[in-house]
Every structure is written in C-alpha cells, then in structure tokens.
C-alpha cells in the first residue's frame, strides 16, 4: 500500500510540474519578458531541465510500476505502457528537439541574428512545432496517468 501511494505521490507531482512549466511559467514568461530571443532562451532552458527531470521520475515510477505488478497489482500493467510513451516524448524533447534548436539558436547568433531571422528559422519553427505536439502529448498522457491512478476501481 505504501509503494502504490509514493507511486501516486510522484506522478501526481511530476504531471503538476509538466503543466506548470508548459502552461504557467512559459506563458509567463513570455508575456513579461519584451526580448522574445531572451524570453525563447529562458524558457528553452526550463523545458530542457524538464526533460530530464521527466527522464528520471518515469523512469522511477517504471521501475515501480512493475514492482507493483509483480506484487499482484495488475492494474498497474496499462499504466507502465503510459509511462512509456511518456518517455519516449521525454527522450525526444531531451535529445532530439531541444539540443536540435539550442544548435540552430546558436549558429544564428554566432552570424550575429536571432534564430528567428536567419535562414533557419523555417527549420527553427518546425522543431518548436514537432515539440510543443510532443509536449502537448505528454501532457495528455500525465492528466491520464494522475485520472487512472486517481480511480479507486483500477
């Protein structure tokens, strides 16, 4: 019993902080700081320590998960496969999005321009697209997480 509430315990935390930094402090930070680059950097820098914040607590709950399982509490089965495919958003944004985009950031300001006016940002606008879908997903998939667990049936 006392696995399965730490287990609730760090989702219910991790996802709060997933919808925090993507639909609190992001915004926020936008609409307070004039320097759109500054403000991109900033946020940039949140959503990377996210990403790795999320690699290590899912990571956690599948090693608990399946501890779970193997403790009889089978309906912790469906829940290691949404903890997966949290993961792999998470390995996206950590190792493909955010270092694709801090590379395209910084060869633009190495030429003197932000990202957003040199000829990458087409590329730049994709990635920021492709990743805020990831992150969207992961966000969908964490209120998902925290309802299943929330059910008393389960």
């Keep these: 019993m006392g696995a399965q509430r730490l287990f609730i315990l760090i989702a219910g935390l991790w996802v709060g902080s997933l919808l925090a930094v993507g639909y609190l402090v992001a915004p926020a930070i936008f609409s307070t ?5 500054a403000a991109g950097m900033v946020a940039g820098s949140i959503f990377r320590i996210e990403a790795y ?3 290590i607590v ?3 709950l599948m090693v608990l998960a399946n501890l779970l399982v193997n403790r009889g509490l089978h309906q912790f089965r469906i829940i290691r496969w ?3 495919a949290m993961l792999l958003c998470s390995i996206a944004a950590a190792f493909i999005f955010i270092p694709w985009m801090n590379s395209l ?5 190495l030429q003197g321009m932000p990202v957003m ?4 940002a087409t590329l730049f606008g994709r990635l920021h697209g492709a990743s805020s879908i990831f ?3 992961q966000s969908i998939l964490g209120i998902y997480l925290v309802w299943r667990l929330s059910d008393r049936q389960q």
């Design 135 to 137: 992150f969207m997903l």
């Design 82 to 84: 949404i903890l997966l």
């Design 105 to 109: 950031r910084d060869d633009a300001l």
């Design 53 to 55: 914040l999320s690699l």
């Design 58 to 60: 899912c990571i956690g």
């Design 33 to 37: 700081m004039t320097d759109r680059q």
């Design 117 to 120: 006016l040199s000829p990458s």
